[in-house]
């Protein structure tokens, strides 16, 4: 993205870290006048790459109060995009040809193998005695990875997880099989159920998942998904 000053990819990354936040938490972050926050979200908006709402993309909304309400400022596709996130060309062009030669099957078996190796490597750093923990640890891990990963404070006893960059967005909006394997992975890897919410593969904001605790659960046995709203 080399239209891009360092302000504003300063910005950028906020966002990215965040997943939506107001010009005054975005000064906050970045130790600047929120005047020159503004000026940075405004030309982003202009651009496409911000959209600003007066209620966040997730979590729970926001009670209106008297005077001018403050906006929350989300990054787009567009935006995310142009964040430098493009997947290498050379394993969507990997997995193209190993669809086309061995089809459907081939891409689910790659896609298994290599969220096998994620998942070992994930559980290196989790060892918390409750989900929630588990989760919050396994979030530091991804977001270290690039997914800007983060947690819905709440009491409830399941956990919303939130990724707002996708690392492997492309090759995961042709290939949902990837979406699927990581899902599974995820939750063998805090011990949870999984509920896919939304993704940004498939057009929305954010990828959103519900965590929650099983009945039941058994080591080394496959977490199942489920989709759909709570």
């Not at 982003?44 to 001018?68: C, H, I, M, W």
């Not at 394997?181 to 919410?197: D, F, S, W």
């Amino acid at each position: 993205m080399e239209i891009l000053t360092p302000g504003t990819r300063r910005v950028v990354q906020a966002l990215l870290d965040k997943g939506a936040a107001t010009a005054n938490e975005v000064a906050g972050e970045l130790q600047l006048t929120s005047a020159a926050i503004r000026h940075h979200l405004e030309w982003l908006v202009e651009q496409n790459y911000v959209v600003a709402s007066d209620q966040p993309a997730f979590g729970p909304r926001v009670t209106k109060r008297r005077g001018r309400p403050s906006k929350f400022f989300t990054l787009t596709n567009a935006g995310r995009q142009a964040f430098d996130q493009k997947y290498d060309d050379l394993a969507q062009t990997a997995f193209r040809w190993a669809a086309e030669k061995y089809g459907e099957s081939a891409i689910k078996e790659i896609a298994q193998k290599q969220m096998d190796f994620q998942k070992n490597r994930w559980t290196s750093s989790i060892n918390g005695e409750d989900l929630r923990t588990r989760v919050n640890q396994l979030t530091n891990v991804l977001t270290k990875e690039g997914y800007a990963a983060s947690v819905t404070d709440s009491q409830s006893p399941i956990v919303q997880l939130s990724f707002h960059r996708c690392p492997i967005e492309d090759v995961a909006s042709e290939f949902p099989a990837i979406c699927e394997a990581e899902m599974c992975a995820i939750g063998e890897a805090v011990g949870g159920h999984v509920t896919r919410i939304a993704t940004i593969a498939n057009g929305a904001d954010i990828c959103t998942a519900i965590v929650s605790e099983p009945a039941i659960f058994r080591k080394n046995q496959p977490i199942k998904i489920t989709e759909g709203a709570i």
